[in-house]
């Protein structure tokens, strides 16, 4: 089992930055892909950002594209989202998740079926 942890979320003006990051419990992290998903009450996941296990692609959501930035450092077992020039409607409960079930798989998948084990999440709250 592998337990993944995001931190970063808080209150942020229209046009700021923050910076997620899900921590991981278990260094096979490192081989999974990892995605970010957004939710809004009443509403789907809705997929805002995804990583490979390499590093070696990172595909994004059409409303964050240019804004957002996917990372990851394996040694820390950690994954990144920078937001930028964020927009109240980005306010959400932001979620990580790992695919476990295909381990050095290089596609990212954008829905939530894909991912096997998920965060608790954590708040991002844009004010305008």
């Known amino acids: 089992q592998v337990q993944l942890e995001e931190s970063g979320g808080g209150l942020v003006q229209a046009g700021g930055s923050l910076r997620l990051s899900c921590a991981a419990s278990?260094?096979?992290?490192?081989?999974?892909?990892v995605g970010w998903f957004r939710q809004v009450p009443g509403k789907e996941h809705e997929f805002v950002a995804g990583i490979s296990w390499s590093s070696s692609r990172a595909d994004y959501g059409d409303s964050v594209l240019g804004r957002f930035t996917i990372s990851r450092d394996n040694d820390k077992n950690t994954v990144y989202l920078q937001m930028n020039s964020l927009r109240p409607e980005d306010t959400a409960v932001y979620y990580c998740?790992?695919?476990?079930?295909?381990?050095?798989?290089?596609?990212?998948?954008?829905?939530?079926?894909?991912?096997?084990?998920w965060g608790q999440g954590t708040q991002v709250t844009v004010s305008s």
């Open positions: 278990d260094r096979t992290f490192s081989t999974y892909a």
């Open positions: 998740a790992a695919d476990s079930r295909r381990p050095y798989r290089h596609t990212i998948m954008e829905v939530t079926e894909e991912y096997d084990y």
